[in-house]
């Protein structure tokens, strides 16, 4: 038996070395796809301690460490995959989503502007840069990218949610509703586009429409604060009381120290629960004086005075 388990190991060892850096590659994909990402480190390192210019290992191994915290080797491993292969453009991709995290827009557009270079229609260099000019405050460039992303994949709800952002920059409520629109047609669950239909139809006066998009808003997630937020707000417009405070405590659960939710909830209790009413607005004061709010504060403000 004791000789059989050396011969044994000395097989696997055998195998094991006769194994290609693709089948390490491969494994560690699996691996991490599975929730064991130590042991597809491993297999990565394998897979380039056999093959060092393996752009798609390296920019994996990339991604591993990105997602334990370990900037510097990503930002390394996807330098060595673009240095690796020049032509290689999801390192460029992913190096410039590294950047982006970390709100350096501008060198992410480096990065992009190389990519679309070697593939013009790569719908996801276009969309982070799309993404990138519109954090930069550039909507034009931020369109023009976004529409070209969509033209290669109309599903895109990224590109349509962003796109459509930019519209209501521009006060474009059309184009703003028909991007939102058509992106819960793609997913009737995207709570962030229902919240800004909401808010369209609010604007409009429509609070009957807004609170159901903001409901519908809440339905994909629960846990959305802006959801709730508005929701509240819209009912509270609509004179429905009892379940505008509803949704607002649930709203403070998320967010208790948002200023513009403490003035809500004080309308809302207003006068059937004074003491309540005060309370909120007393801390909203506060709240909306370190958040720069000033007109909610001046709100919150006289109302205290009134209370007293």
């Not at 059989?4 to 693709?22: G, M, Q, Y």
């Not at 691996?31 to 994996?60: C, D, F, W």
């Not at 982006?100 to 990065?111: S, V």
Request: charged share 30%; hydrophobic share 40%; with cysteine.
């Amino acid at each position: 038996m004791k000789k059989f388990l050396i011969v044994f190991a000395a097989l696997t060892v055998f195998a094991a070395c006769n194994r290609s850096p693709e089948f390490y590659f491969k494994r560690g994909n699996y691996l991490v796809a599975t929730g064991k990402p130590m042991q597809a480190l491993e297999n990565y390192n394998h897979a380039i301690i056999l093959k060092r210019s393996y752009p798609e290992a390296l920019t994996a191994r990339g991604m591993l460490y990105e997602r334990q915290n370990d900037r510097p080797n990503a930002e390394a491993d996807y330098l060595k995959a673009i240095e690796a292969d020049g032509n290689y453009i999801p390192a460029y991709n992913n190096l410039a989503a590294f950047y982006m995290d970390a709100d350096n827009y501008r060198k992410a557009i480096d990065y992009l502007d190389t990519a679309l270079r070697i593939k013009p229609k790569y719908e996801y260099a276009l969309l982070n840069r799309g993404l990138s000019y519109y954090k930069l405050g550039d909507c034009a460039k931020a369109k023009q990218d976004l529409t070209e992303a969509l033209s290669v994949n109309p599903r895109f709800d990224m590109a349509l949610y962003h796109r459509g952002k930019c519209f209501l920059k521009e006060n474009n409520y059309y184009g703003a509703a028909k991007d939102f629109g058509d992106l819960v047609k793609i997913n009737p669950s995207a709570s962030a586009a229902w919240v800004e239909l909401g808010k369209i139809k609010a604007q409009e006066k429509d609070f009957k429409t807004a609170a159901q998009f903001f409901q519908k808003a809440v339905l994909g997630n629960e846990r959305d604060f802006n959801a709730l937020y508005n929701y509240a707000y819209a009912l509270m417009e609509l004179k429905d009381r009892d379940d505008a405070l509803k949704i607002a405590l649930e709203a403070e659960k998320e967010n208790g120290e948002d200023c513009r939710l403490s003035v809500l909830l004080a309308d809302i209790y207003g006068a059937e629960d004074r003491t309540k009413a005060s309370e909120y607005y007393s801390k909203a004061s506060g709240l909306c004086r370190a958040s720069g709010l000033g007109a909610y504060e001046k709100y919150a403000l006289k109302q205290v005075a009134r209370q007293s």
